[in-house]
């Protein structure tokens, strides 16, 4: 019950956009490097670089990352 909330929530405690918690194949928590991850990304650093550098190395961790995209704050209102 708990893991599905946390793999389905898509927001955190202050409401801002989520990626989910854990990988939906491995269960690896994931959501944890998406920070820094857009953060390195947006200075100009190569997205495999930087996911290699976080130690996300299954391929199943890293689409969860590198698919994301951030569309809450788009489709709130409408809710
Ligand atoms: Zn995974």
Redesign the pocket.
Known sequence: MVGLEQGLNTRNLTGKTMIPVR??????V?SNYWDEYKKRVNDGEDGAAVLDDLGIT?Y??RR?ILSHVELVDVLSPYQ
């Open positions: 990988c939906f194949s491995c269960g690896k994931v299954r199943c961790c969860m």
